[in-house]
């Protein structure tokens, strides 16, 4: 099947191509992307009119739950591969926290059978560090290697203990594995930010620094063993520092930070709205400005959603007894390019590179997060030029969890390509 | 100005003017608890939920009380917040007992921010009787009623909050109360049990880790009851070591200026942070505390149901 698109923006930071142009697409894969005015297109090739729109890089987000297998009254890899596209994310990383535990290697044949059968989004599976993410003993890593996984995580719990988390890190190097962290130091219990909207609430606060001590631990134990990390969901100022120091060293670490994370602040939480209620919490301004300061400086690798979905009965509790966690892959772009490019002036390949070419990169993904002849056509056609409201009736996911329902955003997907073929048409 | 809103949900959100309503109309009922027959139609035919998902005795009795002499029809609902029925959720408990179409709930939950949710999501009123570590505004009322009583106008005056002020309620509806009125509050505890940036709820919120330096400043102190459950050994060594630096003992209270008064939310834990001696003494004004407290709750159920003047039949 061949394709054209024509008439939009391309934006593509691995090529730093910039400008009107077209694309090509050629049986699953990118033909020939250029600036400049289009060729006629031939008799079998489809045109898609991309005009007033950008054509970038199909999004990568590295940070999902898909509750499945185990929690598919919240969601299933059918429905959050759907939630993908229309978010625009053309290949999605799924968290092992699931009922049970991606530990296994059947479990990561199960994830990648049932991603290709949905045939969405590329579903690319994590696998657990430790056995049943209970934090003792690793997991069958290198046979889960072999089967698929892109990377190991205990998320949804961090790694506390030191000794198994340096093993972890040392082993996965022998693969060139990623280690992605969650970072908590879990005796610290809370249920939002310590600080001065935790004292006003009445809510029990975790401080910064449960997340900064791990996060810390963290780079000591890749700078000792010379292994890969990757920092999830990095939500505080202090975090972004320390990145910015261990990445000045040398260190071989890359952190993600979240939308929400970006765009709210502990200060949204006095209406006890359980949506607004995620770990790590939601920090103070101050912090969200060092995330911005990070995500334009360079710092921050990527921006992941740790998309999580909950039923609503889940949330619709007691704030203390609610979940952790908001969905965020349909929120994502009009999130975050609201709150970097408008509100803050980042350039839209700084954003196209946050959400597509560097995740590539983290993961070693050579023939995606570009536009470059050869590569996947994975691709998303979206626009902002027109100020919306979200409305969390029209998402895909099956999970309405989301503190952003009403806001005011720019940043719309028109069209997601994902290996030439076209999944989501707005 | 007359009262407007329906539900009593912290101090936080009033403005001085309805704090002053409130404590006005508990004046008016604190006649009534003198007479013979100490009972009024005010609540006559309405029906009152108290809904304690957290053991109480006193605030339970009190509420009762007040309920009983406002003429309501009171049910009593206590649930151990572990024994909620499996798959029930707080929202399913609550919408059943509107489905008899009552007219108040008086709930206290060990959750902050339950009054809020409920309030947001029923047609009762909502008196909030204590909401985990946020708000016990009906308490915070009395203790600024005996304060009144005592010393008149508030502005300027200098109240002590001593204790646990992490995890009280107690505290925070008081600091949010007594600043509107124009009083200065100083916060006194063990460090690790000061909440993070306490200092600014507000210009006139001092912290202090000196108990004794304080109470030579300060017009009354609030006493707040200690405990030390499992979670609390991390937080101070011991209930003696606490007890000499926070507790309020004979010998502290006697250097301090005659005119300090002593107050106590209850139950007091004797020996700990307040002597017995101190309690039962002269300065010590918890008796009327509690009964000051019946006026109040008397008070914020009638206005938050509707209540505008109170008939003297
Ligand atoms: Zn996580």
Redesign the pocket.
């Known amino acids: 099947m061949k394709t054209l698109i024509i008439n939009g923006t391309i934006v593509d930071p691995s090529q730093k191509l910039e400008g009107k142009g077209y694309l090509r697409i050629e049986d699953g894969k990118i033909k020939e992307c250029a600036l400049g005015e289009a060729p006629k297109a031939l008799n079998d090739e489809k045109v898609i009119d991309a005009k007033g729109a950008y054509v970038t890089p199909g999004f990568i987000d590295l ?1 999902v739950h898909l509750r499945e297998p185990g929690q598919e009254s919240k969601e299933t890899i059918e429905s959050g591969s759907n939630a993908a596209v229309a978010g625009g994310f053309s290949t999605i990383v799924c ?1 092992p926290n699931t009922i049970p535990p991606i530990d296994h290697v059947s479990l990561v044949k199960f994830i990648l059978l049932e991603g290709k059968r949905v045939g969405k989004a590329n579903v690319l599976p994590t696998g657990t560090i430790s056995k049943g993410r209970a934090g003792e003993e690793l997991s069958e890593i290198g046979e889960m290697y072999k089967a698929g996984i892109v990377a190991i995580t205990d ?2 719990s961090p790694v506390m203990n030191s000794f198994l988390m340096s093993r972890a890190s040392e082993y996965a190097k022998m693969f060139d594995l990623l280690v992605m962290d ?1 970072c908590e130091d879990i005796n610290f219990k809370g249920s939002m930010n310590e600080g001065f909207y935790s004292t006003k609430l009445g809510l029990r606060g975790t401080p910064s620094i449960s997340e900064e001590i791990m996060l810390m631990r963290d780079i000591l134990v890749a700078g000792y063993t010379g292994g890969r990390i990757h920092l ?2 990095v939500s505080t100022g202090l975090g972004i520092y320390m990145v910015r120091d261990a990445k000045s060293r040398g260190v071989k670490v890359t952190c993600e930070v979240t939308p929400h994370h970006m765009s709210l602040t502990d200060a949204d939480l006095e209406t006890y709205d359980t949506n607004f209620k995620m ?2 919490p939601l920090r103070t301004e101050k912090d969200r400005q060092k995330l911005i300061e990070g995500l334009m400086d360079g710092t921050v690798d990527c921006i992941a959603t ?1 998309h999580a979905p909950h039923t609503y009965t889940n949330k619709d509790v007691e704030f203390d007894n609610a979940p952790n966690g908001i969905i965020g892959m349909e929120t994502a772009l009009p999130v975050s390019y609201t709150t970097l490019v408008k509100e803050n002036k980042m350039p839209v390949m700084r954003l196209v590179e946050l959400m597509s070419t560097n995740p590539a990169k983290i993961l070693r993904l050579k023939a995606k997060g570009s536009l470059k002849a050869g590569s996947d056509a994975d691709v998303t056609v979206w626009s902002a030029d027109t100020e919306y409201k979200i409305d969390t009736a029209a998402f895909k996911s099956k999970a309405r969890n989301c503190p952003f329902q009403g806001k005011s955003v720019y940043g719309k997907v028109n069209l997601t390509i994902v290996g030439g073929e076209v999944k989501y048409e707005a | 100005m007359p009262w407007t809103k329906k539900d009593l949900l912290g101090l936080e959100k009033l403005t001085a003017e309805e704090i002053t309503i409130i404590l006005d109309t508990a004046k008016a009922f604190s006649q009534i608890a003198t007479r013979s027959i100490k009972k009024v139609p005010a609540l006559q035919g309405k029906t009152v939920v108290n809904l304690f998902f957290e053991p109480s005795t006193r605030t339970r009795v009190s509420f009762e009380v007040a309920e009983k002499r406002l003429s309501a029809d009171i049910v009593n609902v206590n649930i151990a917040a572990s024994s909620v029925t499996k798959g029930e959720t707080l929202l399913d408990t609550v919408k059943n007992l509107c489905a008899y179409r009552i007219d108040a709930i008086v709930v206290r939950h060990s959750c902050a921010g339950v009054p809020h949710y409920l309030a947001e999501n029923i047609e009762p009123s909502i008196v909030n009787a204590g909401d985990g570590m946020h708000e016990h505004p009906t308490q915070a009322l009395l203790d600024i009623y005996t304060l009144r009583e005592k010393f008149g106008d508030l502005k300027g005056l200098k109240v002590a909050i001593v204790g646990d002020i992490s995890h009280s309620r107690v505290a925070r509806s008081n600091i949010w109360g007594l600043q509107k009125l124009g009083a200065k509050v100083t916060v006194v505890g063990p460090s690790t049990l000061m909440p993070r940036e306490i200092e600014k709820m507000g210009e006139g919120v001092e912290v202090s880790y000196d108990l004794p330096a304080t109470l030579k400043k300060v017009d009354a102190v609030n006493m707040l009851r200690i405990q030390r459950e499992r979670e609390q050994q991390v937080q101070f060594p011991s209930l003696r070591e606490y007890a000499r630096y926070f507790g309020l003992s004979t010998k502290l209270i006697d250097q301090t200026p005659e005119s300090l008064i002593v107050m106590h939310p209850g139950p007091i834990n004797r020996g700990v942070e307040l002597s017995g001696t101190v309690a039962d003494g002269p300065r010590s004004v918890i008796l009327q505390q509690v009964t000051n407290g019946l006026a109040v709750r008397m008070a914020v159920l009638f206005l938050v149901t509707g209540g505008t003047k109170i008939s003297e039949e």
């Open positions: 940070h968290m998320d949804g969650h999830q969901h770990s790590p740790d």
